[in-house]
């Protein structure tokens, strides 16, 4: 049997490994955005209906299920006579602190301190120290040297989880920051510490993929959530790369702001739709039980 902290780890840290667009991914994305709003629990049919209508094959979905399960996301769990899953209470916890970052974009003002990460790992902890690496780079905070790293002072719960789930508490020691020096301007001190241009690619690929929505007029629940589901699948890992540099930080013809205008304004259109049309296609048999 895992242990909470295993399962802990699963929930939080596996997230990374989806790639957006595909069945592994989509599914994390329903299961967080509508599954949730549905009570947390739903036949496979169902599931697989609504997957099917954002091009995910039945097969692929029973596969991506398979792994979300191995990854302590989902339980199976019957009700009323139906075979389905349920979102398990450390996927739940992952997803509730990840909507306000993902539907409420954040931005570091002139006020904001930064949050300094600083460690030095046994040779003997290699693996766990590359994981520690891959996941602070993975909600943003940027690499000032190997073994000191930065980001917003907001990020700093979601920093220490991963400490804490990698279990390398030991090793590691927390700043908060008011005030940085640096030996050249912002912008180089920005540029040095995290890779700006990979990710100005995924604020235009994400316009480019998307920006259609904006002269979409009356769409259906329906049509509302075929586009938003993949619209939210491709967003929701930008503002986890995307620590919300202050615009001092930034090149001048920075993509960022206008995606996240894109999405807030997708979000005030199609969220609310797009779950009644999840909720009318499944019924009321995920309440039962």
């Not at 000191?148 to 927390?174: G, H, Q, R």
């Not at 020096?181 to 995290?194: I, L, R, Y």
């Not at 235009?204 to 929505?213: G, K, M, P, Q, V």
């Amino acid at each position: 049997m895992n242990s909470p902290r295993a399962d802990l780890a699963g929930a939080v840290l596996d997230d990374i490994d989806s790639r957006p667009g595909s069945a592994t991914s989509l599914a994390r994305t329903v299961l967080g955005a509508y599954v949730r709003d549905l009570g947390g629990w739903i036949a496979i049919a169902d599931f697989s209906g609504l997957l099917a209508g954002l091009g995910v094959p039945e097969q692929s979905t029973r596969t991506a299920v398979t792994r979300l399960k191995s990854k302590g996301v989902l339980d199976a769990e019957s009700r009323g006579g139906r075979s389905g899953y349920r979102v398990t209470d450390a996927a739940e916890a992952m997803y509730s602190r990840g909507d306000p970052r993902i539907f409420g974009f954040r931005q570091m003002t002139d006020g904001d301190a930064w949050h300094l990460i600083s460690f030095g790992i046994p040779e003997s902890q290699r693996a766990a120290r590359h994981q520690l690496r891959r996941r602070l780079s993975s909600i943003g905070c940027g690499t000032v040297s190997a073994g000191l790293w930065i980001c917003p002072e907001y990020l700093a719960a979601e920093a220490s989880a991963i400490v804490s789930a990698l279990e390398l508490d030991e090793y590691v020691t927390s700043f908060r920051a008011t005030e940085l020096t640096v030996p050249g301007s912002w912008q180089e001190a920005a540029a040095q510490w995290w890779d700006l241009p990979a990710l100005a690619d995924r604020h235009r690929a994400f316009l480019d993929h998307h920006s259609d929505i904006l002269t979409l007029e009356n769409l259906t629940d329906q049509q509302a959530f075929d586009r938003f589901a993949p619209l939210l699948d491709e967003w929701r890992i930008i503002p986890y790369l995307d620590p919300g540099l202050p615009e001092e930080m930034l090149p001048t013809d920075w993509p960022g702001l206008d995606s996240v205008r894109l999405f807030a304004d997708a979000q005030r259109r199609c969220l609310e739709p797009s779950r009644r049309w999840a909720r009318t296609s499944v019924g009321t048999a995920i309440n039962v039980g």
